[in-house]
């Protein structure tokens, strides 16, 4: 997907949110979540800025305040929770490097744990244009002077909470208690200090790819769990008891899964925002005035910010984020053969390549079954065994007759001679007859030379 993004946001933008709501994993994530906020393209057009920002002193009130909020963000986390160590030095470097890049708008507390989120997941300088995105497209107006914005968007929820839960929104309004008291940290930190840390990564998997739509929802599911039955409502009859319920939400309603299901089903969409904030919008007008700040128009996910500024091919191309020299010496260039030279090697590497099996040789079996058939009586001229036969391969047999040769027999024959086991007799006691003539046997002689054989073949095996 991100090798061809362009063309998946275009032609198969579902398959996209369909990946982003079922979690996008951790090895991707900083990858991803850059593609989708639209900090690739921007920090491909804006090559250099970053270490023209970083380079230069910033405002000293600016800074002192960036300075006391380092410690605060997220503690406990390896990367922060040592004092002048590379996670709050990199937080300081994007904090001040976005008050330099937008001195109007300043330095807001809030920024910095969306800041310390995305330094998780990818180099400053990538975290730096993710939260320019943020600032600017996803959430505009939330971190400038007077809140403008944030307040806007706490009437937008107060309205939506009719719609979703009106056993909520009707307790809400009998104890006169604003959005604003409880969803500023909600919205402002996109639930990174609310959620745990499993809910937040599979909020901002959904929320940069669809929008502030998901941050609605979210706040929506939480306020119907904590105040959407009559049982919940009656423990807490005021407005210190509701809010103190609405800051210890159970754990149960922030689990990973249960959340993510219930968000998912919540019937909100990006249309239901944009005509509600018109009709709140004029509301402001008519009891306060204009609002002092004109922030850009908000982009509803990631879709929206490709289409507002159409990137380039180039500019979503992948980078190494990490190039690593080998300490190995480069290899050298093979020399150049000529066409028989390399046409005899490659005769020969085929060549090698073919393996060469043994010859495979039949060892025969020594106890006939029932049905083999009667196999005729060996020959006294003939060796006794195979000589191709070692000891391994077949078992050893007892000699019928003695092995001495006949006088036929040449004396440099190369057979093997029958090793005598434990210079035992022959099992048959018989004598020795040099005379072929005399070799014939009586039935007599078969029968007890085939029970013999047999014997010496268990004890052979046994052996």
């Known amino acids: 997907m991100l090798s061809n993004w362009d063309k998946w946001m275009v032609k198969r933008h579902k398959k996209v949110r369909l990946r982003c709501q079922k979690g ?8 991803a979540w850059l593609y989708l906020s639209g900090g690739k393209v921007k920090r491909e057009q804006n090559r250099g800025k970053f270490e023209e920002l970083d380079s230069q002193a910033g405002d000293p009130k600016e800074l002192d305040v960036i300075e006391k909020d380092l410690h605060r963000q997220f503690p406990f986390h390896e990367m922060f929770v040592s004092r002048g160590g590379h996670g709050q030095q990199d937080l300081f470097r994007v904090l001040k490097a976005y008050t330099l890049y937008r001195p109007e708008e300043g330095y807001c507390q809030a920024q910095a744990p969306i800041a310390a989120v995305l330094l998780m997941h990818m180099p400053a300088e990538d975290a730096f244009w993710g939260l320019v995105q943020i600032c600017e497209k996803y959430l505009p107006g939330y ?10 968007d706490g009437e937008i929820l107060y309205a939506l909470t009719r719609r979703v839960s009106p056993l909520t929104y009707r307790h809400l309004e009998k104890h006169k208690i604003e959005a604003i008291l409880y969803m500023t940290e909600w919205f402002m930190c996109a639930f990174s200090r609310t959620l745990p840390w499993a809910s937040v990564l599979r909020v901002w998997d959904m929320f940069l790819c669809d929008g502030v739509k998901i941050i609605f929802r979210v706040g929506l599911v939480l306020l119907k769990c904590m105040l959407g039955t009559r049982e919940k409502l009656k423990a807490c009859q005021g407005q210190y008891e509701t809010m103190e319920l609405l800051r210890a939400i159970e754990p149960r309603y922030m689990q990973e899964g249960f959340l993510v299901r219930e968000v998912l089903d919540v019937p909100v969409s990006e249309r239901d925002i944009e005509s509600e904030h018109h009709v709140q919008l004029k509301r402001w007008r008519k009891n306060h005035g204009e609002l002092h700040w004109k ?66 040789t039949e060892i025969p079996n ?13 020959d006294p ?36 001679q029958q090793p005598a086991l434990n210079d035992q007799p022959a099992l048959n006691d018989q004598p020795v007859f040099n005379d ?16 013999s054989s047999t014997e010496a073949d268990h004890q052979d095996t046994y052996l």
């Open 295 to 360: 922030s850009p128009p908000r982009m509803h996910g990631a879709r929206a910010i490709m289409a507002s500024e159409p990137p380039s091919h180039q500019d979503l191309r992948q980078n190494p984020t990490i190039i690593v020299e080998s300490p190995l010496p480069p290899p050298q260039p093979t020399p150049q053969l000529q066409k028989g030279e390399k046409k005899g090697k490659e005769e020969k590497k085929k060549g090698s390549m073919k393996k060469t099996h043994p010859p495979v």
């Open 143 to 152: 971190y400038s002077a007077g809140l403008e914005a944030i307040q806007l």
């Open 24 to 31: 996008i994993p951790p090895s991707l994530r900083g990858r």
């Open 436 to 451: 072929q003539s005399l070799l014939k046997e009586s039935p007599l002689q078969k029968s007890r030379q085939s029970l």
């Open 381 to 416: 001229q003939l060796p006794l065994r195979d000589p191709q036969l070692t000891l391994r391969d077949s078992p050893v047999q007892k000699p019928l007759v003695n092995d001495t040769p006949l006088p036929n027999t040449p004396k440099d024959s190369h057979l093997p």
């Open 366 to 378: 020594p106890y006939n079954l029932p049905g083999d058939p009667k196999l005729p009586l060996r």
